[in-house]
């Protein structure tokens, strides 16, 4: 699929010029995967005249194709002059097929992403600025503002949340009862409840350490919560490490962390090989299907202040579209509670939205709950077009401290800063 209206490159925006060497450099550093692009071509009705909205995104369950359907015909229903045409992509392919576009001229209008990506595809300047129609449209203060300002890189605006997620505590509770312990609310509590819940059959806590970006997205609200950041990685990054190499050190936490994923961690939590694991809301249909599993969730512990790290889904129109105003429509009409209602329950779903936090079935429902008020303290991982090495890194420091029992937190928290430096924003 080529649209004829990019030629060879992406045009430069008010805000960023991107020379066809930036783009390949950003391929030297991995953002463009190896290997042939996956894509599955998408529905949408083709009965009306003139070029269709191209919409790219990475929703390729099976089981969520009917919703995402539903969403496209009700969106050309209410417009009628708009044909939408729909490309999928595993997700690990959307972001890199999104940055060759941008030298080969092949995009689409509109994009459905993950929040992370939105300051690296920013970053690069392939986003167009929705300032202008956000003014207008004057819903902005209506959304979580961790959510919202996940979309913004300084004054501009370049995504509008759809969904959002974070992550909660979630506990066994007849291990909890057995070992006479609660669900802790802090750091000495966490690391005193692992303690007392790791037995011969079960550890303490659970948490995704792999290499990649889930393990960064469950190791971050560690950082925050020591009241620091990437910019305090030295010290901050210390500390949230030293805590992990603690619970490793009690047995509480397995070193085996560092090859699971957060479908892993939930699996040692459904077989009760975990007593405690860090997850989100996703996980919920299978915990509430596993036989005998009685759980509950509940907020993060807190250190000096509590976090937790922000997931979910924007919506974004791509620089060099012709069919922006077409684009934002798609956008605004997607964001009316009628719609986004039906769609977010139907895929499973969180609101990004506060004013739709008791507008659906999450309202009756205590654990989605929890989630939703964590929203309020989840932070974005808005750090620039440099963050994938930044994750990187990130990533190596925390697998280093959880399989090396001599490593010291205080020289890998080092280390790792002195090559994240340069990319911080």
């Not at 509770?173 to 000495?188: I, K, N, S």
């Amino acid at each position: 699929m080529r649209n004829s209206r990019y030629s060879g490159g992406l045009p430069a925006s008010p805000h960023h010029s991107i020379p066809r060497r930036t783009i390949l450099r950003a391929a030297g550093h991995g953002l463009l995967a190896a290997g042939a692009l996956s894509a599955v071509a998408g529905c949408g009705t083709a009965t009306r005249d003139g070029p269709a909205l191209q919409w790219w995104d990475y929703i390729i369950e099976p089981e969520r194709q009917a919703g995402v359907a539903a969403l496209i015909a009700e969106i050309e229903r209410a417009n009628p002059d708009i044909r939408i045409e729909r490309r999928v992509f595993p997700y690990a392919d959307l972001q890199p097929a999104l940055l060759r576009g941008a030298v080969s001229g092949e995009l689409p209008d509109i994009a459905v992403v993950d929040t992370v990506q939105v300051g690296v595809l920013g970053g690069y300047g392939l986003l167009v600025d929705l300032s202008e129609h956000v003014r207008r449209w004057g819903m902005a203060d209506q959304y979580v503002p961790a959510a919202w300002d996940a979309g913004v890189i300084g004054d501009r605006v370049l995504s509008v949340p759809n969904n959002s997620n974070c992550l909660a505590l979630i506990s066994n509770v007849d291990h909890l009862d057995e070992a006479g312990v609660d669900v802790p609310a802090d750091w000495p509590e966490l690391a005193a409840a692992g303690r007392a819940l790791t037995t011969s059959d079960h550890r303490g806590l659970a948490v995704a350490a792999t290499a990649s970006e889930e393990g960064v997205f469950q190791f971050l609200p560690f950082l925050w919560q020591t009241g620091g950041d990437l910019a305090d990685f030295e010290t901050a990054g210390a500390e949230a490490l030293d805590l992990h190499r603690r619970l490793v050190a009690d047995g509480a936490l397995s070193a085996q962390a560092v090859g699971w994923t957060q479908q892993d961690v939930a699996g040692q939590f459904t077989s009760g090989a975990v007593s405690m694991m860090l997850n989100g809301p996703w996980q919920l249909p299978t915990l509430r299907a596993a036989e005998g599993l009685r759980f509950r969730v509940d907020p993060l512990p807190a250190g000096r202040t509590r976090a937790s790290c922000l997931g979910g889904e924007g919506w974004t129109v791509i620089a060099g579209s012709t069919k922006v105003e077409a684009a934002w429509r798609v956008i605004e009409h997607s964001q009316r509670s009628e719609v986004l209602v039906p769609y977010l329950d139907t895929m499973g779903l969180l609101p990004a939205r506060t004013d739709l936090t008791d507008a659906g079935p999450w309202a009756q429902d205590p654990e989605l709950q929890v989630f939703l008020a964590e929203l309020h303290h989840a932070r974005p991982r808005a750090y620039g077009a440099g963050y994938p090495e930044i994750s990187q890194e990130v990533s190596r420091a925390h697998q280093t401290v959880l399989s090396d029992p001599a490593a010291d937190p205080l020289e890998v928290a080092s280390a790792a800063f002195q090559r994240i430096a340069g990319d911080l924003p």
